[in-house]
């Protein structure tokens, strides 16, 4: 099955572009993606544990079970603001 990755912030800059096609074996789960990209992408290894996956738009645990053509954002943690 094949997935789009879209990447954001600094993540894009260390995958050489916004968007990745990857082509996982079917029933392969949000964690499978994330191994086969950090072999694939070594400079993104070391962020993955850091991120949010969303899926369609949602967010997912990595136990999902992904779908042919689904969309995956990788969601960089989110800092800043004021506590009041």
Do not use: C
């Not at 962020?47 to 992904?66: G, H, P």
């Not at 689904?70 to 506590?83: K, R, T, V």
């Amino acid at each position: 099955m094949r997935v789009k990755v879209r990447l954001f912030a600094g993540l894009k800059e260390l995958a050489g572009g916004p968007e990745i096609v990857v082509d996982l074996k079917g029933g392969a789960t949000v964690r499978e993606l994330e191994e086969q990209l950090g072999r694939e992408y070594p400079r993104l290894k070391p962020l993955l544990a850091s991120l949010a996956f969303a899926v369609d738009e949602e967010y997912k645990t990595r136990d999902y079970v992904l779908h042919d053509n689904d969309e995956i954002a990788l969601i960089p943690p989110i800092s800043g603001g004021d506590d009041v």
